[in-house]
């Protein structure tokens, strides 16, 4: 899969000390309302919110279908002086790996949720989350305002970039809008040496433009009640024409 490809860079391509920095006060406010103590950080990547919950006192675990993130995640984790349990398993298995009602939240960040492709398999890694959670536990989503994606058709965002002494990489992502109505993402990495020539690698692979109103249908339908969108993780207000994110804050009933 592309991310165990990417899996090296990703925390090149990250500003992890600005985004920890805008997202961490937002989570932490909501995680503390509701009392949540065991965290589950699902496709997390390599770590670096599972890592900075830990170090606040969190009991945490990671969990992401890419082994190459995971491999990553436990080398900033040990690099971070902090004992966390990272698992390679994607959706769908993450009762099987965790066990049944162990979290209090399950967080899904970084627009993770699109890469499941059909409705039936987002019904499922909903169900899965949910079987994952206490009763009364909370999901936390972040995704792509796709409601504004798809109206705008907006291919292209910012281009990131990093150096490391004489390395420098450029990361350019765009969207193709293909014709089943899914988009195709593309990774773009540019890397070069001092003033060498520029080495191109192209990675991609399909999502599905989760739209507001779809997200809200799921996640009742998998028994989650109290939703709340907003449009980024600092708790700005949703507008599905304006917003860069949405992300949604969703309690599971107390029957589960």
């Known amino acids: 899969m592309i991310y165990d490809d990417f899996s090296t860079d990703y925390d090149r391509f990250v500003n992890w000390h600005g985004r920890l920095a805008t997202?961490?006060?937002?989570?932490q406010k909501q995680l503390r309302e509701v009392g949540a103590q065991r965290i589950l950080d699902t496709a997390c990547g390599?770590?670096?919110?599972?890592?900075?919950?830990?170090?606040?006192?969190?009991?945490?675990?990671?969990?992401d279908l890419s082994t190459g993130m995971i491999e990553c995640a436990r080398f900033n984790a040990a690099a971070s002086g902090m004992d966390i349990q990272f698992e390679a398993v994607g959706f769908g298995k993450l009762k099987h790996t965790?066990?049944?009602?162990?979290?209090?939240?399950?967080?899904c960040l970084g627009n993770s949720l699109p890469h499941v492709l059909t409705t039936e398999a987002l019904s499922a890694a909903l169900q899965d989350i949910t079987d994952c959670l206490k009763p009364g536990g909370?999901?936390?989503?972040?995704?792509r305002n796709f409601d504004s994606v798809m109206q705008s058709r907006q291919r292209w965002?910012?281009?990131?970039?990093?150096?490391?002494?004489?390395?420098?990489?450029?990361?350019?992502?765009?969207?193709?809008?293909?014709?089943?109505?899914?988009?195709?993402?593309?990774?773009?990495?540019l890397r070069r040496e001092g003033e060498g020539a520029w080495i191109q690698t192209d990675m991609a692979t399909r999502l599905r433009p989760l739209l507001h109103e779809e997200m809200i249908t799921m996640l009742q339908y998998a028994g989650f009640s109290s939703i709340t969108c907003y449009g980024d993780m600092t708790g700005t207000p949703f507008n599905a024409?304006?917003?860069?994110?949405?992300?949604i804050i969703a309690r599971l009933s107390e029957k589960y």
Do not use: C
């Open 157 to 189: 965002m910012e281009p990131q970039s990093a150096r490391d002494g004489e390395t420098e990489w450029l990361f350019l992502r765009l969207y193709d809008f293909d014709a089943d109505g899914l988009i195709t993402f593309h990774m773009v990495t």
């Open 46 to 63: 390599t770590g670096n919110h599972a890592i900075a919950l830990a170090k606040l006192g969190y009991d945490v675990a990671g969990a």
């Open 23 to 27: 997202e961490m006060p937002f989570l």
């Open 98 to 107: 965790f066990g049944a009602k162990s979290f209090d939240a399950v967080i």
């Open 241 to 247: 024409n304006t917003s860069g994110n949405l992300v």
């Open 138 to 143: 909370t999901l936390i989503i972040q995704n």
